[in-house]
């Protein structure tokens, strides 16, 4: 991360531009040099009820400097470890947007985690709606084996609605169709869904693992992680209303009975530990609903811990 007193100036939180984590802007795709490349999908096309996600890259931004003090690293005093500490880190800002055209829209998604890949380093999409996982999913063909671990309410696995194929209800479907995916981990499914029963029947048939909240309470976070291919490469795509809307209400389609934060952290970090985490999607944040703004704190303190622990698995 960038430390501001090299440059001799305090630089705090609240000063200055804010790009993720206070990391570099690196506005030109062709010279990504880092382990981590942050890039915004400000897209909220896909929404079936509340719009809004097209601000979460903005205010995740925002909430981020929050993460940002000038010393280096983040000290865990339970892991005792300094996370984040040595990570190169870039912002490489917004994929192009044209209102009302879906396709093109995620193709320029796709081009800039196409970019980040080329480049080597761990792409970190910031949504949009759900839908933007869908192009993030694409830039993976001849990348693969792929195992998909999703964080949400809701089950995402709808084929088509009356032609919309590209919309947040169908992208964990149009990535069980990819020949690069291999298999899904569904965690936290619950209530009111964007999927009917015969959805969950095909998620399950395509190689789908589903758990609601409460199956995963029941669990325990260890045997969660048990059923999760040891070894794999991950693709990990967190929905933020797969959290509880008592810590998460800044989104479109909040769901109640969700995930407390130590649920995920601790899903997160055991992944880092049991495979290679290749890619990352946050999604769904969309601040106009969030009064706080804690919705878009959470989002931000769950990517950095995240990427922290990513890269000291790799060592
Ligand atoms: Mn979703
Ligand atoms: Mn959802």
């Known amino acids: 991360m960038s430390h501001g007193y090299e440059s001799g100036r305090l630089n705090l939180p609240f000063v200055g531009i804010s790009t993720f984590g206070k990391s570099p802007y690196q506005p030109d795709w062709e010279a990504i040099d880092a382990d981590v490349a942050i890039l915004g999908a400000p897209f909220d096309f896909g929404t079936q009820w509340r719009p809004g996600a097209r601000f979460g890259p ?10 940002s003090f000038g010393h280096a690293g983040a000290y865990d005093h339970e892991d005792d470890v300094t996370y984040l500490e040595d990570v190169r880190m870039v912002d490489i800002g917004d994929a192009d947007i044209v209102h009302t055209d879906t396709i093109r829209s995620h193709a320029n998604i796709e081009s800039g985690v196409r970019a980040i890949l080329k480049a080597g380093a761990l792409p970190v999409v910031i949504g949009g709606d759900h839908s933007i996982n869908i192009p993030c999913i694409r830039a993976f063909d001849g990348q693969g084996p792929l195992h998909i671990v999703q964080i949400d309410a809701h ?5 088509e609605r009356h032609g919309v194929r590209y919309g947040h209800g169908n992208p964990m479907r149009r990535a069980a169709e990819q020949e690069h995916v291999t298999g899904l981990s569904q965690f936290g499914i619950r209530n009111v869904s964007s999927t009917a029963k015969e959805g969950y029947e095909a998620a399950r048939a395509m190689g789908s693992d589903i758990l609601s909240v409460r199956q995963i309470r029941a669990l325990g976070i260890e045997k969660t992680l048990a059923r999760v291919p040891t070894g794999a490469n991950y693709y990990v795509t967190i929905d ?3 959290f509880d809307p008592s810590i998460a209400p800044g989104t479109g389609t909040p769901s109640h009975g969700g995930f407390v934060y130590y649920e ?3 899903l997160l970090a055991g992944l880092a530990q049991r495979g290679t985490v290749v890619g990352i999607d946050l999604v769904e944040v969309a601040p106009d609903y969030d009064q706080t703004g804690t919705t878009a704190i959470l989002a931000a303190q769950v990517l950095l811990n995240f990427i922290g622990r990513i890269l000291h698995a790799r060592g």
């Not at 903005?58 to 993460?67: G, K, M, Y």
């Not at 089950?155 to 084929?159: A, E, G, I, P, Q």
């Open 58 to 67: 903005r205010a995740v931004r925002e909430a981020s400097t929050l993460f």
């Open 155 to 159: 089950l995402d696995f709808v084929d």
């Open 240 to 242: 933020i209303d797969g």
């Open 264 to 266: 995920v952290l601790e």
